[in-house]
């Protein structure tokens, strides 16, 4: 059996890529995301174990010392990380993975994991983009202002991925998501048709 192949999904917040990742999820077999720990706060609608592993700033510090993650980074003031031990288990079985991180854990992720295929997903526009950071209206302007900084930050190190997708139409930033990933299981090296190969040329 081959090993799965590890997909690193990294985007501004604002760009779809929840939306864009739980639709490759229902098109394609054979691919898990894994869920990320965190000290942030759940919010409201999130189950802990299904959207995150929501942990205290105790049970995270414990988790890097005892070198738990992949990656571990902080991000807009909370920590994030990775579980190692469930990422190379799934891989193990067959089953690629989707790391839905930011640049930083990306950057880990890509020199412990040199076959891995990182992914940035950016919006169409600039106009489409802050629409969706000020949400519902909701929020204050520095909380906006912060939200926007924090984009730009993300999006200034899309050129440090293996692949662009432009989410402007759903639709085909999905199928281009999901060629991405069946050209990776295309790959020969991805294969084992040695059964297929013997019978061909005998
Ligand atoms: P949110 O708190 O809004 O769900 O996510 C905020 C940011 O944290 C997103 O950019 C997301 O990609 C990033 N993130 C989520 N989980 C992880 C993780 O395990 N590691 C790293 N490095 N970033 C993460």
């Known amino acids: 059996m081959t090993l799965g192949t590890l997909f690193i999904i990294s985007a501004p917040s604002g760009a779809g ?16 995301v894994s869920v990320s720990h965190t000290t942030r706060p759940s ?27 992949v990656e571990h980074a902080k991000v807009h003031n909370n920590y994030y990380g990775t579980s190692e031990q469930w990422v190379k288990s799934t891989l193990n079985k067959g089953i690629d993975v989707i790391l839905e991180i930011d640049w930083q854990g990306a950057e880990q992720v890509r020199e412990k994991f040199p076959g891995s295929k990182s992914i940035f997903i950016l919006p169409p526009t600039k106009q489409t983009l802050f629409e969706r950071l000020k949400g519902r209206g909701q929020d204050s302007d520095t909380v906006i202002q912060q939200r926007i900084a924090a984009a730009k930050e993300e999006m200034s190190h899309c050129n440090e991925a293996d692949y662009l997708v432009i989410n402007d139409q759903f639709e085909l930033a999905c199928s281009q998501l999901q060629s991405i990933v069946e050209a990776k299981r295309l790959e020969i090296n991805s294969q084992r048709q040695e059964k297929l190969l013997i019978d061909l040329l005998s």
Request: net charge negative; charged share 20%.
């Open 17 to 32: 890529k929840t939306t864009l990742v739980a639709e490759l999820l229902s098109r394609l077999n054979n691919i898990q």
């Open 43 to 69: 919010r409201s609608g999130e189950t802990s174990g299904v959207d995150y592993h929501f942990v205290s700033h105790q049970q995270f510090e414990t988790m890097v010392e005892q070198q738990q993650f």
